[in-house]
């Protein structure tokens, strides 16, 4: 899911119940914490939170992430 934060509400509201439980759901939204997200994909185990930092455009970033 790479929308704006802003955006990510409106954006899986229509699409929650096309997700399979199998499938894993990677979020780049800012400020978006996993609980929020596994409210609103709530069939969905495997969630993954993953905040890039501004150097990755010059290919010198370092990447955090967080399983649910």
Sequence with gaps: LAVKPQDLQEVLEP?????????????????VTLGKLQKTIFNIKNIVR??????VKVNESVIGYCCL
Excluded: D, K, W, Y
């Design 15 to 31: 699409l929650a119940n096309h997700f399979r439980p199998e499938q894993i759901i990677i979020s780049l939204a800012a400020g």
């Design 50 to 55: 993953v905040m890039p930092n501004t150097a």
